[in-house]
């Protein structure tokens, strides 16, 4: 198994130190070991998870529900069906927040037919130089 220092993790997943450093705090990441000069050593299966944190918080997923996945995950597999639950829902939630950005999509895609309708009756209306000789009497 690979071994990283603190700086390659947040490199190789894009979290901060701090956010690192805040989420071992908070139980979201199990306690780093550390070296014999106590610094932080990461391994594979910590790239993994930070993987998979990485995916909730891009979907949204407040960060209590995000330690309560990592207890359920670090309890073992008899808490697999609170994690299908707890995962179910926040699925909902980001089925609802797609429904949302569709529906604000539509109005941005309505707008911009409405101002390419403004551009093309101005392109197509004649100015009054261009505009033909008025009969004579």
């Given at each position: ?7 390659q ?43 998979m ?35 179910e ?7 609802a ?41």
């Amino acid at each position: 198994m690979s071994v990283y220092t603190p700086g390659q993790v947040a490199e190789e997943t894009g979290f901060s130190l701090d956010t690192l450093r805040y989420y071992e705090r908070i139980g979201l990441l199990e306690p780093i070991e550390r070296n014999s000069a106590g610094q932080r050593r990461f391994n594979d299966s910590h790239l993994s998870w930070l993987t998979m944190v990485r995916c909730l918080r891009t979907t949204g997923m407040p960060i209590a529900e995000m330690v309560r996945f990592a207890q359920l995950v670090r309890d073992g597999d008899e808490t697999i069906s609170d994690r299908i639950a707890l995962l179910e829902s926040h699925d909902r939630e980001v089925e609802a927040q797609i429904a949302e950005l569709k529906e604000k999509q539509a109005a941005i895609q309505r707008k911009i037919g409405y101002y390419r309708d403004v551009l093309a009756l101005a392109s197509n209306t004649p100015a009054c130089d261009d505009a033909a000789p008025a009969p004579s009497r």
